[in-house]
């Protein structure tokens, strides 16, 4: 198995308030048969009715799950500005942005389904011009 993600799917339960969320934020999606697909770099989110999701992979349909979807930005003045333009689409502020343990600045929102974002400046990832995080060589 390679070693990279091609898609995350979020599981939700209004399809079009999710959309009209992320679309909100700047994001633009295409819709094919009841799913919503976003370009996310070199990845797509995808938004697909949480039964559905639930269903296709065998599993209870349970709710938000236990991970967090962090996007890195290129200053903690732009932390301040994601965050306050997802609040402004109708997200729920969980941490407000504040400096952190590894040198970086971070806050946190869920979107209308629950899920959590995390957007952070970390100056230990840099981020190509694409926007492309690539990890350091932490054995270093």
Known sequence: MEQRISLVTLGVADLSRARAFYEALGWRGQEVEETVFFQAGGLALVLWGREKLAADAGVPDTGPGGM??????????????????????GA?????????????????????????????????????????????????
Do not use: K, M
């Open 68 to 89: 967090t979807l962090a996007q890195n930005v290129r200053s903690p003045a732009e932390v301040d500005d994601v965050l306050a333009t997802a609040v402004r689409a």
């Open 92 to 140: 729920r502020l969980t941490r407000p942005a504040a400096e952190t343990f590894y040198g970086g600045y971070a806050g946190c929102f869920t979107d209308p389904d629950g899920h959590v974002w995390e957007i952070a400046f970390n100056p230990g990832f840099p981020l190509a011009d694409d926007g492309t995080l690539t990890l350091p060589d932490f054995a270093a």
